[in-house]
């Protein structure tokens, strides 16, 4: 039986369609994924490059000054990237990979990305994650929205029963066919990826392969599910497209939309303004308010002079972390805001299987918003740590060359790849159980 089913359904244009479909944009979205991981690598070694050519730069000009060479240089960190994440790029296109900082005020440099065409922003990125998400289910519609009807309305449905030992198993063996063909499709387009971006085969890599066998399990049962109910070929069509419009498209910019407004975030420009409002009006002020407030912070410096009557950069310094804290509000209320986004979009994600899809392999690839603020969140620590090794050196009034420089090339920050099995697996596990045992019950009456 099932070598027959099998040559039948190898015969039909539809395999030849869905194949020539699926294999040639798999193939396009993982060389997209390639070039993503070739920018990326260039930035990397362009950053590198850039520090290392502007600490020797600035110090043939400010040797005698380091207060001022350090208000010149940029330390760079950099978010080690995975190759996991050319296959779901997720919000990565609009988060920086790197950040280079001064000492200066930090808040005011925390937001700085380059410039991105906001076409292609609006457009996305054909990455193997959107192809597996949007385009397999419109594939498996194709190959299984006719599965009973088109034997019915061919009139051979009859003839067929009569062969058959069952008329529900008949179809499932059916649907069986075409999902290992989707499964195998699915499967080589993995393991493809996993050569041409060289990926580490680790757990992320399995998990994300297992949320999208699952995936591609729940539209075929989903589809199954249509299909019992023993509707005419057109009905199925537009029930089951309807379905993937309001999965895919309808609910995920409802949610969208719905926090957007419910947790209205402060502008990131808002905290940088008010950094530097913040460092500015200290010129005015009398430099006992500025340097009380950084000694607060950084007791250990209070037996540095601060002059009344001429420029030190103590003062100056302490105007920059006094521009910080003024934006330090704002900036606490953006974070919290954003994180309350994200785990309200994860909440409502538990019930609808794109969402939680989607979600599930940015979280896998370092590509959400999550991994951006661990991101952000190390580049304060990062930011304080630069300030620490050279506050002394600058009240001390030290000279550039009497510091080791190839301790200050670029650093490397790694995300953490840890996750939940039950939190990633369940939900669509669960989803696909239900459909399962309610189509079951709708077979019976075949």
């Known amino acids: 039986m099932y070598s027959l089913l099998f040559k039948s359904f190898f015969r039909t244009k539809i395999f030849l369609i869905s194949l020539v479909l699926l294999v040639t944009v798999g193939v396009i979205s993982i060389l997209i994924g390639k070039q993503y991981l070739v920018k990326q690598e260039k930035a990397i070694i362009a950053a590198q490059a850039f520090q290392e050519e502007s600490i020797a730069r600035n110090i043939e000009y400010h040797n005698d000054d380091l207060g001022l060479l350090l208000y010149y240089l940029r330390f760079t960190l950099i978010k080690q990237p995975s190759n996991l994440g050319a296959i779901s790029i997720g919000q990565s296109d609009v988060n920086p990979l790197l950040q280079a900082v001064t000492i200066r005020g930090l808040e005011g440099q925390k937001y700085d990305t380059d410039f991105e065409n906001p076409s292609l922003l609006m457009s996305g990125n054909l990455d193997l994650g959107f192809v597996i998400i949007y385009l397999f289910p419109l594939v498996i519609i194709a190959m299984t929205f006719n599965l009973y009807s088109e034997e019915k309305e061919l009139g051979t449905w009859r003839i067929l029963a009569a062969q058959t030992s069952g008329r529900a198993q008949f179809l499932l063996k059916k649907l069986g066919v075409r999902i290992l063909f989707v499964f195998g499709v699915l499967i080589f387009l993995f393991l493809l990826a996993g050569g041409i971006l060289s990926i580490s085969i680790n757990q992320n890599f399995w998990a994300i392969l297992l949320q999208s066998i699952l995936y591609v399990f729940f539209w075929s049962i989903l589809c199954l599910f249509i299909v019992s109910f023993q509707k005419n070929s057109s009905f199925n ?11 895919t498209i309808l609910i995920p910019a409802t949610v969208n939309n719905y926090v957007l407004n419910r947790y209205q975030v402060p502008e990131a420009l808002e905290a940088m303004v008010e950094q530097r409002d913040g460092y500015h009006e200290k010129w005015d002020l009398e430099k006992d ?16 002079p601060v002059p009344e009557d001429e420029f030190s950069w103590i003062w100056y310094y302490g105007m920059q972390h006094a521009g910080d804290l003024t934006a330090e509000d704002t900036s606490m209320e953006m974070m919290e805001k954003i994180m309350l986004r994200n785990k309200v ?21 370092g590509t959400d918003m999550v991994s951006h603020l661990d991101f952000l969140k190390n580049l304060t620590e990062f930011h304080e740590g630069l300030r620490l090794n050279f506050y002394p050196k600058v009240f001390d009034k030290n000279q550039a060359d009497s510091i080791n420089w190839k301790m200050h090339s670029a650093k490397f920050y790694k995300t953490s790849s840890g996750f939940s099995w039950a939190t990633l697996l369940l939900p669509l596990f669960l989803m696909v159980s239900l459909i399962g045992i309610l189509t079951l019950v709708n077979l019976r009456k075949l």
């Open 237 to 247: 069509a537009l029930a089951l497209i309807s379905t993937w419009v309001i999965l």
């Open 289 to 304: 308010a500025t340097m009380t407030v950084f000694f607060e912070a950084y007791p250990q410096y209070k037996e540095y």
């Open 345 to 365: 979009s994860e909440k409502v994600a538990l019930f609808i299987p794109t969402m939680h899809t989607q979600l599930s392999f940015n979280s896998l690839a």
